[in-house]
């Protein structure tokens, strides 16, 4: 069996630091490459308005001679060499122009410059262009002038072409402006961004500490006024979870000081039978029947003892919340019927009448119940012993079982002809330890409480009322006697998935 790997403890701080910075870091790059993006274009606005303004002068110095006749178009440039020198005087790019006639003849300017693709537009009109001379990046500018209107002619193309140093210092330089601050920024900006998840994580560290300061008993509340809003319905829930710890801790409190209170009885009880058999064969006292006595006496107290350690046992499984939750079909009918078998004994020795009513061996209820065969076991003994403890010689006590032709639930029921309880006690008998006043019956007061917990564990209901009405004949004789009622949910039966038939046979 291989070990089990432990996951590794994740850190929130550097959660929310990795969060905050990788979209940051993320978008940096993204953020150079939109800036080179706009510096070239702002590195271009200007120096192509210069291009434009020098077609526009060539344009005007371009003499168009329209044919006569069977004689061609003439297109001329009335540029002076001192001013095609003043184009080309640039001292960091070279400077390119070209003229092309109606029939795409070349008539002044530079040969290496290429002709544009597309076919010509609206007369006057400036186009650019990213193109190359001579293996040299250059940028373009072009116009058509108006055509003559000749067929076969074309309007005549002025192009005047740059190199594109001085565009790329210049968006070299707006990067620098732009980016080298960035350098600084981001640093900064991360290291902000670091001091304030800090800050803003500090109230959970003080709320580490102060819960680390507590002693282990304090399980006051925790202030939620000095939390964060974010922060608030954790503290909350942690209130919530010491209230529940709090009030557990002191029922387990009064729990273990009323068990050490009633076992101090019956072990006093044996301490005292011993002590006095003790005496009596020190004193040379033989008497046997003093002596059975005092053994009767040690004999009744064991037996309180060990039946007050096992009803702490069963209030102990009643209340393990983790084996409740592990249930499985329960047969309710079989259960009550062993149980009525083992208390026959009993019953038959307290001259009570015991009696069971319900479905017999092999009928089955119209329902399923899920639930923990040995705590409901422990329920119908404890409700069943309870009836016999304070039925009196000559009574009944009745354990029944109903069935629900739907389905929807099952009702057990204990009868006796005892005393009955009071409608003021109905709640209270169900606490631990709680013994109603004037009955002397011998027990642990702690049936009831076992039953109660078990109840609520199977998520059902229990009710207690008079089994006859208190101002009858019958009850004037055996008293009103008590009738608990257990109401639980059945599960609908699943009907069994049919087998297909083999198709192979």
Do not use: C
């Amino acid at each position: 069996m291989q070990p089990e790997t432990t996951r590794e403890q994740r850190s929130l701080f550097g959660e929310i630091l990795d969060w905050m910075l990788a979209p940051l870091l993320l978008l940096w790059p993204m953020s150079v490459a939109l800036t080179w993006l706009v510096a070239q274009g702002i590195a271009n606005r200007p120096y192509d308005r210069d291009l434009a303004e020098m077609a526009r002068t060539i344009a005007r110095q371009v003499v168009v001679e329209p044919g006569v006749g069977k004689t061609a178009t003439r297109v001329g440039l009335r540029l002076p060499e001192v001013a095609a020198e003043v184009l080309r005087s640039d001292d960091t790019d070279r400077v390119f122009f070209q003229v092309l006639g109606a029939r795409g003849e070349y008539v002044a300017g530079d040969r290496e410059i290429p002709v544009p693709e597309e076919a010509p537009s609206l007369p006057q009109e400036l186009h650019y262009r990213d193109d190359s001379v001579v293996a040299e990046a250059v940028r373009v500018a072009y116009l058509w002038l108006p055509g003559t209107g000749v067929p076969g002619e074309m309007p005549p193309l002025i192009q005047v072409a740059e190199t594109l140093d001085k565009r790329s210092r210049l968006a070299t330089e707006i990067i620098k402006g732009v980016i080298v601050p960035q350098f600084v920024v981001l640093p900064l900006a991360v290291l902000l961004v670091w001091l304030a998840l800090a800050r803003g994580i500090r109230p959970l560290n003080e709320l580490q500490q102060r819960i680390r300061r507590r002693e282990s008993h304090d399980l006051s509340p925790l202030a939620e006024r000095d939390v964060p809003e974010e922060v608030a319905p954790l503290v909350g829930a942690i209130n919530d979870l010491l209230y529940r710890l709090d009030s557990t801790m002191r029922t387990q409190k009064q729990f273990l000081a009323d068990a050490a209170h009633q076992l101090k009885t019956p072990l006093a009880g044996l301490r005292m039978q011993a002590e006095l058999a003790q005496r009596e064969i020190d004193a040379g006292q033989q008497d046997a029947k003093s002596l059975k006595s005092s053994l009767q006496h040690i004999a009744h107290s064991s037996q309180r003892a060990a039946h007050m350690v096992n009803q702490l046992l069963s209030m102990a499984r009643a209340e393990d919340q983790e084996s409740a939750r592990r249930q499985q079909e329960v047969n309710l009918a079989r259960l009550a019927r062993e149980t009525v078998r083992d208390f026959v004994p009993k019953a038959m020795d307290k001259r009570i009448d015991l009696g069971y009513e319900g479905p017999e061996e092999g009928q089955a209820l119209h329902g399923r119940l899920l639930g923990q065969p040995l705590l409901l076991r422990e329920l119908i003994r404890n409700l069943t012993d309870n009836a016999l403890q304070y039925t009196p010689a000559g009574g009944s006590v009745t354990v029944r079982l109903m069935d629900d032709p739907f389905g929807q639930v099952v009702v057990l029921q204990v009868e006796d002809t005892g005393p009955g309880i009071a409608e003021a006690e109905r709640e209270l008998v169900f606490q631990a330890f709680y013994r109603s006043l004037g009955t002397d019956v011998d027990g642990s007061g702690l049936g009831l409480a076992i039953v109660h917990q078990i109840v609520q564990q199977h998520g059902a209901e229990i009710t207690i009322a008079d089994a006859r009405p208190r101002t009858s004949a019958a009850a004037a004789d055996q008293g009103p006697g008590a009738l608990f009622t257990v109401r639980f949910p059945l599960q609908p039966i699943t009907p069994p998935v049919p087998t297909p038939p083999d198709e192979s046979a």
